[in-house]
Every structure is written in structure tokens, then in C-alpha cells.
């Protein structure tokens, strides 16, 4: 884990900590984006909307008039984010763009001086991802401001921990999860990965990966790889399974004992089924707001390290690369040795 994500708090006229004034990039809900669910749930925690900034000002201006009619937000639109971060007195910004972007926002956070809450992955489609993703970390740390990043499945382990009690507590000797990308070829790594690490980084923090092995196809894929030290390793099953319908399939197990979320629609409402029962979970993305707005008011909050995370997604990558150069020299146009990942297996 890092070191906490803390800050000293800016105080009231009252003599409380300030109510945090935050903006979102990344604003409408084009391409899966979280924006309108952001805003909503930030709103619900008591943070001040300064303002949010789309791919261009008429996608913002658009996402400003969708926030107003269905949520009944009134947060204003910006041109750009530059102009935010110039103009609209913001304490703390939370990026949910593309992560192509990420790098470019991330070093205007900086200069700007605000909290930032990142979408995941932190960096990727920049050179020397892990090296620039250091630098940042050292930049917000020396300035006194909070660096997080949106990985949320870690907020579920406590209901995890209801529906299994004592697991949390035995050796890590096996992961096994679902996800159900509508990304495929390499980009679903990036969308996807970063979950498995953060939940791998929470239960047993610190870990190296070895020994991975990758088959699917453009619609699914099977990732195996020891994780952890070598003395005591863990198994890890990541199954990626594309989905372009919401609510997607999503679950884990550790040491064997599986659950897999359950999603009502239309209120979203989500659930965690296991063999010992079900239980209802707390929106993962909104306790990752509650955590990132506690730091900002500087209360202590420990955070997966987003460095060691993305030099797993770094090496895991580089082993995609090279899996995928040996199946082009076999004459496959995907991953060597290709079969459908076994359904009957874990999550």
C-alpha cells in the first residue's frame, strides 16, 4: 500500500473542514462514461460542483443540460479544462476521460494545485508509463495534494468478508475473476486489468507476476499468472468476456469462495450472490468518492499503490506483445494455442 493519501485540511469560516468545490473531466455518458454517476454521487456526499469540461465545449454544454433535466444539478460548463483550473476555484478534480488523456490532465492538476481522483488506469499510451507515473506521484505528494486512483472492486471486500467470514484472514493462495469488457483486443487490458491488480494489491500488497499465459480470441480471453513472492505464490485466473449490454457479468474468488454481483435495473441497484446467501453492496463507486473527498479533508486513507500497479500492467502487457508476435510467426491471428477460455472453471 502507499503511504496514506492525506492532506491538511482547508477550514471554514465555521472552523470545520471546507466543503470541497470539485470539478469532472470526462463529463457525459458517451462511451460508458461514469460522469453523470459522479457528479450524482458527489453531490449526494456533500461536495460543491465547480464545474466540467467534455471532449469539447459543445459535448459540455450538452452534458451540463443532460445533469440539469435528470439529476437536477445545476454545475457549469467549461470550455476546456485549462480554463476550469484557471477559473473556477476548484479544491479537488476527479478525471473520468479516456485514458488517452489522462497524462495530459494529470500535468495540469499539478500546475493547478488541486486533489485529483483519476480514472484507471493512471497512465497508459505514453512512453515510459511507470517512470512518468512516478514523477506525478512525487509532484502531488510534494505539493501536499491527494493522488488517487478509481479503482473500486477493494470497496466491496467487506461485504466479501460477511458472506465469508475468516477468509480475508487466511493465506492468499488463489484469485479468480470476471469481468465483461465492451473493449477487446489490447485496450480491454487496460480497461480491465487495473481491477484484478487493485483487488490483488489490497489482499496481499507488493507482489511480482511470472509465468503468465494468455488464450481467447477478439471476444474472449483467459489470463493465468502466478502473482505475489515465489515462496508463497498465488494462482490468478482473469477471465475477460466482452459484453456490450449493462447489467455486465462481473465476480471474484479468493482461496475458492466466489461471489458474483447481481445488478436491478433500472436503479442499479447491486447485490453480491454466494452459495452462503446474498447481500446488498454499498455503489463501490460512490465509496470511492467518499474515501477520495475524506482524504481531500484530510483524513488519513490508504490507497493500492497506482506505481506498482502499472508496472504489473507494464510487464502484463509486454508478455501480451511477445505472446502475439509468436502467433503471428505460427500463422494465428490471435494468441497462441487459441481456445475459449473453460466457462465451467471459477468466475
Given at each position: 500500500?502507499?503511504?496514506?493519501?492525506?492532506?491538511?485540511?482547508?477550514?471554514?469560516?465555521?472552523?470545520?473542514?471546507?466543503?470541497?468545490?470539485?470539478?469532472i473531466i470526462g463529463a457525459s455518458a458517451r462511451?460508458?462514461?461514469?460522469?453523470?454517476?459522479?457528479?450524482?454521487?458527489?453531490?449526494?456526499?456533500?461536495?460543491?460542483?465547480?464545474?466540467?469540461?467534455?471532449?469539447?465545449?459543445?459535448?459540455?454544454?450538452?452534458?451540463?443540460?443532460?445533469?440539469?433535466?435528470?439529476?437536477?444539478?445545476?454545475?457549469?460548463?467549461?470550455?476546456?479544462?485549462?480554463?476550469?483550473?484557471?477559473?473556477?476555484?476548484?479544491?479537488?478534480?476527479?478525471?473520468?476521460?479516456?485514458?488517452?488523456?489522462?497524462?495530459?490532465?494529470?500535468?495540469?492538476?499539478?500546475?493547478?494545485?488541486?486533489?485529483?481522483?483519476?480514472?484507471?488506469?493512471?497512465?497508459?499510451?505514453?512512453?515510459?508509463?511507470?517512470?512518468?507515473?512516478?514523477?506525478?506521484?512525487?509532484?502531488?505528494?510534494?505539493?501536499?495534494?491527494?493522488?488517487?486512483?478509481?479503482?473500486?472492486w477493494p470497496q466491496t471486500l467487506p461485504a466479501?468478508?460477511?458472506?465469508?467470514?475468516?477468509?480475508?484472514?487466511?493465506?492468499?493462495?488463489?484469485?479468480?475473476?470476471?469481468?465483461?469488457?465492451?473493449?477487446?483486443?489490447?485496450?480491454?487490458?487496460a480497461d480491465c486489468m487495473p481491477h484484478a491488480?487493485?483487488?490483488?494489491?489490497?489482499?496481499?500488497?507488493?507482489?511480482?507476476?511470472?509465468?503468465?499465459?494468455?488464450?481467447?480470441?477478439?471476444?474472449?480471453?483467459?489470463?493465468?499468472?502466478?502473482?505475489?513472492?515465489?515462496?508463497?505464490?498465488?494462482?490468478?485466473?482473469?477471465?475477460?468476456?466482452?459484453?456490450?449490454?449493462?447489467?455486465?457479468?462481473?465476480?471474484?474468488?479468493?482461496?475458492?469462495?466466489?461471489?458474483?454481483?447481481?445488478?436491478?435495473?433500472?436503479?442499479?441497484?447491486?447485490?453480491?450472490?454466494?452459495?452462503?446467501?446474498?447481500?446488498?453492496?454499498?455503489?463501490?463507486?460512490?465509496?470511492?468518492?467518499?474515501?477520495?473527498?475524506?482524504?481531500?479533508?484530510?483524513?488519513?486513507?490508504?490507497?493500492?499503490?497506482?506505481?506498482?500497479?502499472?508496472?504489473?500492467?507494464?510487464?502484463?502487457?509486454?508478455?501480451?506483445?511477445?505472446?502475439?508476435?509468436?502467433?503471428?510467426?505460427?500463422?494465428?491471428?490471435?494468441?497462441?494455442?487459441?481456445?475459449?477460455?473453460?466457462?465451467?472453471?471459477?468466475?
Open positions: 500500500m502507499t503511504p496514506d493519501a492525506t492532506q491538511t485540511p482547508e477550514v471554514s469560516a465555521e472552523g470545520g473542514p471546507r466543503t470541497p468545490r470539485v470539478g462511451h460508458q462514461g461514469l460522469g453523470p454517476y459522479i457528479a450524482r454521487f458527489l453531490a449526494e456526499l456533500g461536495a460543491e460542483l465547480g464545474g466540467l469540461v467534455s471532449s469539447s465545449a459543445a459535448h459540455a454544454e450538452a452534458a451540463r443540460l443532460d445533469y440539469a433535466r435528470r439529476l437536477g444539478l445545476d454545475v457549469p460548463a467549461w470550455p476546456s479544462a485549462a480554463v476550469m483550473l484557471a477559473q473556477a476555484r476548484l479544491d479537488a478534480l476527479v478525471i473520468a476521460s479516456p485514458h488517452a488523456s489522462h497524462a495530459g490532465y494529470l500535468q495540469q492538476a499539478l500546475e493547478a494545485r488541486v486533489h485529483t481522483l483519476c480514472e484507471k488506469p493512471l497512465l497508459w499510451q505514453v512512453e515510459r508509463p511507470v517512470a512518468m507515473a512516478q514523477r506525478l506521484v512525487d509532484g502531488f505528494a510534494a505539493a501536499g495534494r491527494v493522488l488517487m486512483v478509481n479503482c473500486q466479501f468478508a460477511s458472506l465469508y467470514p475468516g477468509v480475508l484472514e487466511q493465506r492468499l493462495h488463489s484469485f479468480a475473476m470476471r469481468l465483461s469488457p465492451v473493449s477487446n483486443g489490447a485496450k480491454r487490458l491488480f487493485s483487488m490483488l494489491q489490497t489482499l496481499q500488497p507488493g507482489g511480482d507476476l511470472w509465468d503468465v499465459d494468455f488464450q481467447g480470441d477478439s471476444e474472449r480471453v483467459s489470463v493465468r499468472f502466478q502473482y505475489g513472492k515465489t515462496a508463497a505464490p498465488v494462482a490468478v485466473h482473469v477471465r475477460l468476456e466482452r459484453c456490450d449490454t449493462a447489467p455486465r457479468p462481473a465476480g471474484y474468488a479468493i482461496n475458492g469462495n466466489e461471489v458474483r454481483r447481481r445488478v436491478e435495473m433500472p436503479a442499479y441497484a447491486q447485490f453480491f450472490e454466494a452459495e452462503s446467501g446474498s447481500r446488498r453492496l454499498d455503489d463501490p463507486l460512490k465509496l470511492q468518492l467518499e474515501s477520495f473527498l475524506q482524504a481531500v479533508q484530510g483524513t488519513p486513507v490508504a490507497q493500492p499503490d497506482p506505481v506498482h500497479r502499472l508496472r504489473l500492467l507494464e510487464a502484463l502487457g509486454s508478455r501480451q506483445t511477445a505472446a502475439a508476435g509468436d502467433a503471428k510467426t505460427a500463422g494465428s491471428t490471435a494468441f497462441p494455442g487459441l481456445r475459449a477460455p473453460n466457462s465451467d472453471e471459477g468466475v
